[in-house]
């Protein structure tokens, strides 16, 4: 359908002009202030609607025309009768103009009662009731088709009312088969921006103006319509634009018709209307713009009246509602309710319209299918120049997805991702709710610091993918130890931390320590291995043992330590001895890192002598530290701490390497070659290559492997995989000696044993020590002799004190044994003297 004036030329108006015809109300005039048999026998069709675009009457002339009945056109009827081709292009322009309420002119076919379609042109003018309100628009339609199919009637008509030129809108030119003008009206003059004086034969190839295509871009004239229409003899019509002589530019559409004298082939001239459209060109490349910003944004769009019953919606209004436009016209936004909000809601957001022409946020609605989603909305209302409200434009967006993203991320940002407990950041806001309800209250508070035991050697050995399965079992059953009031925190690692809230007292926290540990006992099953683990757990009270956040939480972190320093899979209360100890703890570490380049070690060497010939048969390297401030500190206060701060790896390598060096220097003095042995911490087979150490160690110092035996720990069997396994493979066949150190207090089976390259058993003090009294001991010191013989094993009795204890390890056929019995461990200096004899005295070997 043509959208305007602009479809169409004066020429082939004024033929209908020569018939007189009633005018119609002007714009601002009430349509009833006439009297309908004036407008039942107009020669022209007219039609009236009101605001809702719905048409309410058709005057005799127009339904003799359509031959259908007043009641079929009403409303929508009238359509039905428009061509196909049409419809979309005069609906949509007929739609358009009652948004803006501005006059339009359109051309398009309409059905005649013969069945015939005849193309009128429809010209709409907007009215407006006494009180200046819009009421509606009224039309008159005109049958032009004779016009369009008979261009030379129309000119001749023209000329017979070339007097009515000079009253025209229209501009109208008139040239010669050059292109010469032959005459114009006002009109044109003004359009063109020329004078009269330069349109006096101005020939259209002179440079006057600057012809532009629809594009903008320069036109030769000849390309113009009016020189095409005397060129092919057929009347051309189309867009043209000027650059004139006072800089600006305008639009124009024209329609040119060749005029012919006696030859029918050959122009003589051509008539040219024009009509200034640049304003509407704007105009219309604007609605054109809004119009696809309308239909292509990818946020949904209403527009309803003033009593808020829909007129328009676009295509992402149906993507996220689910209703068609179909379903949408007519109705109102209150199809979309999903009753998630109440009646306060709703007049709070009208009041802001009402007041402020605005509302802005987010809402929840309901899809056709039923879904709920939340919705981001804005509504705005849109004013006349009275300030009267006429329209309301409501835009908005599904945003289930973004309000998605924004829990997830305030969630991680509050949770640990791995077990989905609460983490630093909320285990602080958390605790520091609590306090402040514990002082306003006068109650207590508790607070748990808990630390996986052997949590490291799992992880590092079975890998971090079992590691991180086992935390979130751990995770699963803290859960089930705890109130919902309280609150679990992951700190990292294999860190934990609970809250406890309104405590009666340490018998409360400790119950919660006990149910954990408890809970704990049963192994966890990851991917079908049974892995054991249990918690060393601090407590902290509020308000005994601190008053702020910070202050519960590091005391009860010590504590914590001090649960794992009385042996693990237990609990401890903070006292300030704790904390005294954390400090002295915190300068043993710092002293600890500098030892080594301080100098500050040494190694004692304790012989092993075999029970029946009381001749030595090797030595063990035992560390010792010496500090400038601390003076001599005890192995078991300063290797835990070695090993938990990974210290023990360069320590470890350092006395290895002196002990090797040692030994060759004693083979060196002329002493009969003993082996010398080294513990080896689990640490070093996890973060070192043994072998390349062990190695590098016997090539620096000379000595031959067979004179190196290695020490290792029953944990570190027990717990390894295939690279240790390995590992003690490349060393044995290096030539070292292999014995496992305190056999008996740990998972002592003949699996392993077999499995590994051990050459000795080294039971462990313990046993011996109370061997004369317990009688369990004396049976394990004898299962583990009589294992060793039957493995061809040879086993030490460690921590030998007394002569009883050495007359019943021989009794039991124990090989060798070390001790104070027989020696404490001394500087490889004071060994010295009793090497070169290499037997110990006799008394010792005799029963006393």
């Given at each position: 359908?043509?959208?305007?004036?602009?479809?169409?030329?004066?020429?082939?108006?004024?033929?209908?002009?020569?018939?007189?015809?009633?005018?119609?109300?002007?714009?601002?005039?009430?349509?009833w202030d006439?009297?309908?048999?004036?407008?039942?026998?107009?020669?022209?069709?007219?039609?009236?609607?009101?605001?809702?675009?719905?048409?309410?009457?058709?005057?005799?002339?127009?339904?003799?025309?359509?031959?259908?009945?007043?009641?079929?056109?009403m409303?929508?009827?009238?359509?039905?009768?428009?061509?196909?081709?049409?419809?979309?292009?005069?609906?949509?322009?007929?739609?358009?103009h009652?948004?803006?309420?501005?006059?339009?002119?359109?051309?398009?076919?309409?059905?005649?009662?013969?069945?015939?379609?005849?193309w009128?042109?429809?010209?709409?003018?907007?009215?407006?009731?006494?009180?200046?309100?819009?009421?509606?628009?009224?039309?008159?339609?005109l049958?032009?088709?004779?016009?369009?199919?008979t261009?030379?009637?129309?000119?001749?008509?023209?000329?017979?009312?070339?007097?009515?030129?000079?009253?025209?809108?229209?501009?109208?030119?008139?040239?010669?088969?050059?292109?010469?003008?032959?005459?114009?009206?006002?009109?044109?003059?003004q359009?063109?921006?020329?004078?009269?004086?330069?349109?006096?034969?101005?020939?259209?190839?002179?440079?006057?103006?600057?012809?532009?295509?629809?594009?903008?871009?320069?036109?030769?004239?000849?390309?113009?319509?009016?020189?095409?229409?005397?060129?092919?003899?057929?009347?051309?019509?189309?867009?043209?634009?000027?650059?004139?002589?006072?800089?600006?530019?305008?639009?124009?559409?024209?329609?040119?018709?060749?005029?012919?004298?006696?030859?029918?082939?050959?122009?003589?001239?051509?008539?040219?209307?024009?009509?200034?459209?640049?304003?509407?060109?704007?105009?219309?490349?604007?609605l054109?713009?809004?119009?696809?910003?309308?239909?292509?944004?990818?946020?949904?769009?209403?527009?309803?009246?003033?009593?808020?019953?829909?007129?328009?919606?676009?295509?992402?209004?149906?993507?996220?509602?689910?209703?068609?436009?179909?379903?949408?016209?007519?109705?109102?936004?209150?199809?979309?309710?999903?009753?998630?909000?109440?009646?306060?809601?709703?007049?709070?957001?009208?009041?802001?319209?009402?007041?402020?022409?605005?509302?802005?946020?987010?809402?929840?609605?309901?899809?056709?299918?039923?879904?709920?989603?939340?919705?981001?909305?804005?509504?705005?209302?849109?004013?006349?120049?009275?300030?009267?409200?006429?329209?309301?434009?409501?835009?908005?967006?599904?945003?289930?997805?973004?309000?998605?993203?924004?829990?997830?991320?305030?969630?991680?940002?509050?949770?640990?991702?791995?077990?989905?407990?609460?983490?630093?950041?909320?285990?602080?806001?958390?605790?520091?709710?609590?306090?402040?309800h514990?002082?306003?209250?006068?109650?207590?508070?508790?607070?748990?610091?808990?630390?996986?035991?052997?949590?490291?050697?799992?992880?590092?050995?079975?890998?971090?993918?079992?590691?991180?399965?086992?935390?979130?079992?751990?995770?699963?059953?803290?859960?089930?130890?705890?109130?919902?009031?309280?609150?679990?925190s992951?700190?990292?690692?294999?860190?934990?931390?609970?809250?406890?809230?309104?405590?009666?007292?340490?018998?409360?926290?400790?119950?919660?320590?006990?149910?954990?540990?408890?809970?704990?006992?049963?192994?966890?099953?990851?991917?079908?291995?049974?892995?054991?683990?249990?918690?060393?757990?601090?407590?902290?009270?509020?308000?005994?043992d601190?008053?702020?956040?910070?202050?519960?939480?590091?005391?009860?972190?010590?504590?914590?330590?001090?649960?794992?320093?009385?042996?693990?899979?237990?609990?401890?209360?903070?006292?300030?001895?704790?904390?005294?100890?954390?400090?002295?703890?915190?300068?043993?570490?710092?002293?600890?890192r500098?030892?080594l380049?301080?100098?500050?070690?040494?190694?004692?060497?304790q012989?092993?002598?075999?029970?029946?010939s009381?001749?030595?048969?090797?030595?063990?390297?035992?560390?010792?530290?010496?500090?400038?401030?601390?003076?001599?500190?005890?192995?078991?206060?300063?290797?835990?701490?070695?090993?938990?701060?990974?210290?023990?790896?360069?320590?470890?390598?350092?006395?290895?390497?002196?002990?090797?060096?040692?030994?060759?220097?004693?083979?060196?003095?002329?002493?009969?070659?003993i082996?010398?042995?080294?513990?080896?911490?689990?640490?070093?087979?996890?973060?070192?290559?043994?072998?390349?150490?062990v190695?590098?160690?016997?090539?620096?110092?000379?000595?031959?492997?067979?004179?190196?035996?290695?020490?290792?720990?029953?944990?570190?069997?027990?717990?390894?995989?295939?690279?240790?396994?390995?590992?003690?493979?490349?060393?044995?066949?290096?030539?070292?000696?292999?014995?496992?150190?305190?056999?008996?207090?740990?998972?002592?089976?003949?699996?392993?044993?077999?499995?590994?390259?051990?050459?000795?058993?080294?039971?462990?003090?313990?046993?011996?020590?109370?061997?004369?009294?317990?009688?369990?001991?004396?049976?394990?010191?004898?299962?583990?002799?009589?294992?060793?013989?039957?493995?061809?094993?040879?086993?030490?009795?460690?921590?030998?004190?007394?002569?009883?204890?050495?007359?019943?390890?021989?009794?039991?056929?124990?090989?060798?044994?070390?001790?104070?019995?027989?020696?404490?461990?001394?500087?490889?200096?004071?060994?010295?003297?009793?090497?070169?004899?290499?037997?110990?005295?006799?008394?010792?070997?005799?029963?006393?």
């Open positions: 359908m043509l959208s305007s004036v602009d479809d169409f030329s004066h020429d082939k108006r004024t033929r209908h002009a020569a018939v007189p015809t009633p005018s119609i109300p002007e714009e601002g005039q009430d349509i006439f009297p309908l048999s004036l407008f039942e026998r107009f020669p022209t069709l007219i039609w009236r609607a009101g605001t809702d675009a719905k048409c309410s009457y058709f005057n005799q002339t127009w339904l003799e025309f359509t031959g259908r009945s007043l009641a079929q056109e409303g929508d009827g009238w359509t039905c009768g428009v061509h196909p081709e049409d419809f979309d292009r005069c609906v949509s322009t007929y739609l358009e009652f948004a803006v309420r501005t006059p339009f002119e359109m051309e398009y076919r309409l059905r005649r009662s013969d069945g015939q379609y005849r009128i042109i429809d010209t709409g003018r907007p009215v407006f009731d006494k009180a200046g309100e819009f009421a509606g628009y009224i039309g008159s339609c049958d032009i088709t004779d016009r369009r199919n261009e030379a009637e129309l000119r001749e008509r023209e000329n017979r009312l070339s007097t009515l030129l000079a009253s025209m809108g229209e501009g109208v030119i008139m040239r010669d088969a050059k292109g010469v003008l032959l005459l114009c009206n006002a009109s044109a003059e359009i063109l921006g020329l004078s009269a004086a330069e349109m006096t034969g101005w020939d259209v190839h002179g440079d006057l103006l600057t012809y532009l295509n629809e594009d903008g871009e320069p036109l030769e004239p000849t390309q113009i319509p009016a020189m095409q229409a005397v060129t092919t003899g057929q009347p051309r019509a189309g867009l043209l634009g000027l650059d004139r002589r006072d800089g600006t530019r305008r639009w124009l559409w024209t329609n040119s018709v060749p005029l012919f004298d006696d030859d029918p082939s050959t122009p003589c001239g051509v008539v040219t209307t024009i009509a200034d459209v640049t304003t509407r060109r704007q105009d219309e490349e604007q054109r713009l809004a119009l696809t910003v309308f239909r292509n944004s990818v946020e949904a769009i209403i527009v309803t009246d003033a009593e808020e019953r829909i007129l328009s919606v676009n295509r992402a209004f149906t993507e996220v509602t689910g209703y068609s436009p179909e379903e949408a016209l007519g109705n109102t936004p209150r199809m979309l309710r999903s009753g998630h909000h109440d009646k306060s809601f709703y007049d709070a957001m009208w009041s802001d319209i009402k007041t402020l022409g605005f509302w802005q946020g987010e809402i929840h609605d309901r899809r056709k299918d039923g879904t709920l989603y939340p919705s981001a909305l804005s509504i705005s209302a849109v004013r006349n120049t009275l300030e009267r409200t006429t329209h309301y434009v409501a835009v908005f967006s599904d945003i289930t997805e973004r309000k998605a993203s924004e829990a997830r991320i305030a969630y991680l940002a509050q949770h640990d991702p791995l077990t989905g407990l609460p983490n630093r950041t909320l285990l602080q806001d958390r605790l520091d709710q609590a306090l402040a514990a002082v306003r209250h006068g109650s207590r508070i508790a607070v748990l610091f808990l630390d996986l035991d052997r949590f490291k050697t799992i992880n590092d050995s079975l890998g971090h993918m079992t590691g991180d399965r086992l935390l979130q079992g751990v995770a699963l059953r803290l859960s089930e130890c705890t109130r919902e009031t309280d609150t679990i992951r700190q990292g690692g294999d860190e934990f931390l609970i809250v406890l809230t309104d405590v009666d007292g340490p018998d409360d926290a400790a119950r919660v320590a006990e149910k954990i540990l408890d809970r704990l006992g049963p192994p966890f099953d990851i991917d079908g291995q049974l892995l054991a683990t249990s918690f060393s757990i601090g407590i902290a009270l509020f308000p005994d601190g008053k702020c956040a910070e202050s519960l939480m590091k005391n009860a972190d010590t504590a914590m330590y001090h649960a794992k320093e009385s042996g693990r899979n237990t609990y401890r209360f903070f006292d300030e001895v704790m904390n005294i100890n954390a400090l002295e703890r915190l300068q043993l570490e710092n002293a600890l500098q030892a380049d301080n100098q500050e070690f040494c190694l004692y060497y012989p092993q002598v075999n029970l029946a009381g001749r030595i048969i090797g030595v063990e390297a035992l560390l010792r530290w010496f500090n400038g401030a601390l003076g001599g500190v005890p192995p078991s206060s300063f290797i835990p701490l070695a090993e938990e701060c990974g210290l023990i790896v360069p320590i470890g390598r350092w006395v290895l390497h002196q002990a090797c060096r040692q030994a060759k220097a004693w083979q060196a003095q002329g002493y009969a070659p082996p010398v042995a080294v513990n080896l911490s689990a640490m070093q087979f996890r973060r070192a290559d043994m072998v390349a150490t190695r590098e160690a016997l090539e620096a110092s000379g000595l031959s492997p067979q004179w190196l035996e290695l020490e290792l720990t029953e944990s570190l069997l027990m717990q390894s995989g295939a690279q240790v396994e390995n590992t003690l493979a490349e060393l044995k066949a290096l030539g070292v000696r292999m014995s496992i150190d305190d056999f008996g207090t740990g998972y002592s089976s003949l699996a392993y044993l077999k499995r590994f390259p051990v050459d000795c058993l080294k039971i462990d003090r313990s046993f011996v020590n109370d061997l004369i009294d317990d009688p369990d001991d004396a049976a394990i010191v004898r299962a583990v002799i009589q294992l060793g013989r039957s493995l061809r094993l040879d086993v030490i009795a460690e921590g030998t004190e007394t002569h009883e204890q050495l007359d019943v390890l021989r009794a039991e056929g124990c090989v060798a044994a070390q001790g104070y019995v027989f020696s404490p461990p001394l500087p490889a200096e004071a060994l010295g003297d009793i090497l070169r004899v290499g037997v110990l005295p006799g008394s010792l070997i005799i029963s006393g």
